[in-house]
């Protein structure tokens, strides 16, 4: 048994064809208490990188997950990953 914590991680992304631009975000939950211990969004410009347009929401969603994850190393947290 792992003395890490787990936490919930609550990840989401999104894409506007209108704007070419996309976002995604994540919250990091203690299951415990229900409290968030950690939040963060970004803003993706898909014309900087147009290979990212092929992928539309989904390469928002992964950095999401890879944010979320690039906090939990440093803290040493395991995470449970919930996405739509």
Do not use: H, Q
């Amino acid at each position: 048994m792992s003395d890490r914590p787990i936490y919930d991680a609550y990840v989401d992304g999104s894409f506007s064809a209108k704007f070419d631009k996309g976002s995604w975000a994540y919250t990091i939950v203690n299951p415990e208490t229900d409290e968030s211990i950690a939040e963060e969004v970004g803003l993706v410009d898909y014309t900087i990188n147009s290979e990212l347009r092929k992928l539309r929401n989904i390469a928002t969603e992964c950095l999401a997950v890879m944010n979320a994850l690039k906090y939990a190393a440093r803290f040493n947290y395991k995470l449970n990953v919930v996405y739509d």
